[in-house]
Nanobody
Framework: QVQLVESGGGLVQAGDSLRLSCTAS????????MGWFLQAPGKEREFVAA????????NYKDSVKGRFTISRDNAKNMVYLQMNSLKPEDTAVYYC??????????????????WGQGTQVTVSS
C-alpha cells in the first residue's frame, strides 16, 4: 500500500503560480494512476486532474484546463501539479490520491484507494 505526502502549498496572489508535489512511498508507484483533488471551505471534495501510470493520459476539470498541468516522475515516485494563473476560487486544500483501479486517470473519487493529508493553497485577490 502506497503512502502519499503532499507539499508545495502556500499563500499567493491572483495570477501567480505554484507547483504542488506528492511523494509516494511504500508501494510500486508505476502501478498507480494518480490524481489531484481539492476541497474548498464548506464544499465537497472535487476532482482537479489525473494521470495514468505512464503519463501518456491526463484528465482535467474544465475550469483548470490550460492553467494546470499534472505530471509524474516514476523514477522519483513523484507526481506534480503545476498551477498557473491562479485565481481566488482555486483556494482549497489539495489532495493527492492513488488508484490501482482499471480506469486510468479517473475523475471519480471512488476509484482512488489512498489519499494524502492535503496541502493548503490560498490565493488572494
Amino acid at each position: 500500500q502506497v503512502q502519499l505526502v503532499e507539499s508545495g502549498g502556500g499563500l499567493v496572489q491572483a495570477g501567480d503560480s505554484l507547483r504542488l508535489s506528492c511523494t509516494a512511498s511504500g508501494g510500486t508507484f508505476r502501478r498507480y494512476s494518480m490524481g489531484w483533488f481539492l476541497q474548498a471551505p464548506g464544499k465537497e471534495r472535487e476532482f482537479v486532474a489525473a494521470i495514468n501510470w505512464s503519463g501518456s493520459t491526463t484528465n482535467y476539470k474544465d475550469s483548470v484546463k490550460g492553467r494546470f498541468t499534472i505530471s509524474r516522475d516514476n523514477a522519483k515516485n513523484m507526481v506534480y501539479l503545476q498551477m498557473n494563473s491562479l485565481k481566488p476560487e482555486d483556494t482549497a486544500v489539495y489532495y493527492c490520491a492513488a488508484s490501482r483501479g482499471y480506469v486510468s486517470a479517473s475523475s471519480y473519487q471512488s476509484a482512488y484507494d489512498t489519499w494524502g493529508q492535503g496541502t493548503q493553497v490560498t490565493v488572494s485577490s
